[in-house]
Each structure stands twice: as structure tokens, then as C-alpha cells.
């Protein structure tokens, strides 16, 4: 047990040291809009590109409780696309859905 704990420690020391900077950016962008009380996301831009295409099928608290880097965001779109019926968005409509989920919902 005890060769666990040392095992552990580095990481949960290196978490503690990283999770402030990262959920501190993540704060600021918050302070700075008020949050929908109907979605629990963000007012900020790219909301109603969010809200009305990703809020259809599942509520929003399925990604604002994640934190995803674009690449991710962008993953989680394909595989919803390929196997979720999820349609095909214009070119801008999906840049401004991962530009929102970027910045507001990083990875934590």
C-alpha cells in the first residue's frame, strides 16, 4: 500500500499544481458572461449556435461537465455524425460550435 501512495503522490501533487491555472482561465471566461438558466451554458459567443444544434438531443450538462481540447470536441462530433444520426453542419456553424467549446469548456 504504502509503494502506491509513493507511486501516486508525484501525480496527484502534479494535478494540484496544474488544475488552478487551467480551472482559473476557465473562471475568468464564466465571470465574464451571465449563464442561460434553461441550458446552464454560457452567454457568450457562439450560445445559440451551441444551444440550438447540440441541446436537441441531449442536455447541455453532458458537455459543460466535460472539458475537451478542439481535437476532442471535434471527435465527439464525428462519432455522433457517424453513429448518432447527428447531421452535417456548415463549415461555420461547426467552426463556431468548437470555437465556443474551446474556449469555454477546456480541458480542465
Given at each position: 500500500?504504502?509503494?502506491?501512495?509513493?507511486?501516486?503522490l508525484p501525480?496527484?501533487?502534479?494535478?494540484?499544481?496544474?488544475?488552478?491555472?487551467?480551472?482559473?482561465?476557465h473562471v475568468?471566461?464564466?465571470?465574464?458572461?451571465?449563464?442561460?438558466?434553461?441550458?446552464?451554458?454560457?452567454?457568450?459567443?457562439?450560445?445559440?449556435?451551441?444551444?440550438?444544434?447540440?441541446?436537441?438531443?441531449?442536455?447541455?450538462?453532458?458537455?459543460?461537465?466535460?472539458?475537451?481540447?478542439?481535437?476532442?470536441?471535434?471527435?465527439?462530433?464525428?462519432?455522433?455524425?457517424?453513429?448518432?444520426?447527428?447531421?452535417?453542419?456548415?463549415?461555420?456553424?461547426?467552426?463556431?460550435i468548437l470555437?465556443?467549446?474551446?474556449?469555454?469548456?477546456?480541458?480542465?
Open positions: 500500500m504504502k509503494s502506491k501512495m509513493v507511486l501516486l501525480a496527484i501533487l502534479g494535478l494540484l499544481w496544474v488544475a488552478p491555472a487551467i480551472a482559473g482561465d475568468e471566461a464564466a465571470e465574464e458572461y451571465e449563464t442561460d438558466p434553461e441550458t446552464g451554458l454560457l452567454k457568450a459567443p457562439g450560445f445559440d449556435t451551441v444551444k440550438n444544434n447540440c441541446t436537441v438531443c441531449h442536455s447541455a450538462r453532458l458537455f459543460t461537465s466535460r472539458g475537451y481540447t478542439r481535437k476532442i470536441w471535434l471527435e465527439q462530433i464525428r462519432w455522433m455524425q457517424d453513429t448518432q444520426g447527428l447531421w452535417e453542419f456548415a463549415p461555420e456553424v461547426e467552426e463556431e470555437d465556443y467549446l474551446e474556449t469555454y469548456y477546456p480541458p480542465r
